[in-house]
């Protein structure tokens, strides 16, 4: 509704809708969403592939200019903060080495994740507080950035205080916590009852559980352990859901830190009330 009344066109902001084939745990558009305003950065590899913030940032820049290049107005939409300011405020990222990124992720698998989340607790305690401690994908580059380049990776991440006001215009829905976690719950039983699990299924047998970053979507994991015996399905319902409501405080304290945010709050009034209060804002010169 919002891009159709701007005349512009969706670019995703998620680390996740850019694997094929994880559609329903993702929440990706429909098609009739995709067909009624052009949706960029979707299903851009598959979930086999390694993705970087870096790679997205690329990709993303590019998307954008191809949206103007149509006197289209690009839209930058979705939760993933660090994709978002990636690419709104130009960022840079410490490079790779595949050698000891390969080391890491074999230790790992060995060792656990909680034998590498304790040692990057030791040696870099900032970037520790910031990853989930089964995050794996994340412990691995916060350990594999020292490694290559000397330097901790918290950082790289010094430079991500500093907000360039004069670059974007941003705008932030608030919903009231009570009615965030009632949602969330809502959503998790409406994709089940979608056929996620199913979806889950398919994934696993082309080989879903040695993919190492997108194993750690939400939900996906949890539901290839309960294919796998070693969740009930109500257990790894559960989960997901207490996962979700953690990300959603993550993503609120992320966006909240950032002063260019305009703030709106979902009332009483409807999904049209606050689409129009938005619409406006973003129109004002």
Known sequence: MLARSLGGEVCYAD?????????????????AQRASVPHHL????EPSERFTVARFQAMAMEAIEDVRGRHSV??????????????????????????????????????????????LEALDAVAAAKIEPDNVRRIVRALEVPAITGRRFSEFAEGWERYDPARTRMAGIRVASEVLAARISHRVSAMFAAGWLEEVRGLVERGFGRWLTSTQAIGYSELARHLDGRLSLEEAREQTVRRTKGLARRQMAWFRRD???????????????????VDSYLRDP
């Not at 979707?42 to 590899?45: A, C, K, Q, V, Y």
């Open 15 to 31: 680390s996740m809708v850019v694997y094929r084939g994880m559609d329903i745990g993702t929440a990706k558009p429909t098609r």
């Open 42 to 45: 979707l299903d851009l590899i």
């Open 74 to 119: 690009p839209l930058l939409v979705g939760g993933s903060g660090l994709y978002v300011r990636a690419v709104v405020d130009g960022l840079e990222f410490p490079g790779e080495d595949p050698l000891v990124r390969g080391e890491l992720e074999a230790e790992a698998r060995v060792a656990g994740a909680g034998a590498l989340y304790r040692r």
């Open 259 to 277: 002063p260019r945010v305009r703030w709106f709050d979902a009332g009483e009034g409807g999904a049209s009330e606050i689409t129009d209060a």
